[in-house]
């Protein structure tokens, strides 16, 4: 069973920065493409950004493009996403998701796998 697992969310205040790490057990991540979404209460979770397989590749919202860096660390099954300048915007449960298929989507539905969450609060 694949499962994932978030931490480093937190209260940080509008300019400040946070380290999302999320692991990776039960699976083949270094196949994974990975890939951090977004959720705010009456929202549809939305596409933050995604690394393919091999880190080679990155793709991000414009939202959060020049802000926050994914990378991964495959011999340590974790993908991190490097949140600076933050904003209040930015304030939503971040999850944390893996497509067997590598091809880095930005869509909800192409993940198989998905971690429980980790929040994320911005002050102003």
């Known amino acids: 069973q694949v499962q994932l697992v978030e931490s480093g969310g937190g209260l940080v205040q509008a300019g400040g920065s946070l380290r999302l790490s999320c692991t990776v057990s039960?699976?083949?991540?270094?196949?994974?493409?990975m890939a951090w979404f977004r959720q705010t209460p009456g929202r549809e979770r939305e596409f933050v950004a995604a690394?393919?397989?091999?880190?080679?590749?990155?793709f991000y919202d414009d939202s959060v493009k020049g802000r926050f860096t994914i990378s991964r660390d495959n011999a340590k099954n974790t993908v991190f996403v490097q949140m600076n300048g933050l904003r209040p915007e930015d304030t939503a449960v971040y999850y944390c998701?893996?497509?067997?298929?590598?091809?880095?989507?930005?869509?909800?539905?192409?993940?198989?796998?998905w971690g429980q969450g980790t929040k994320v609060t911005v002050s102003a």
């Open positions: 998701a893996a497509d067997r298929v590598g091809d880095m989507s930005t869509k909800v539905v192409e993940y198989q796998y």
């Open positions: 039960g699976g083949a991540f270094s196949s994974y493409s």
């Open positions: 690394i393919s397989w091999s880190g080679g590749s990155t």
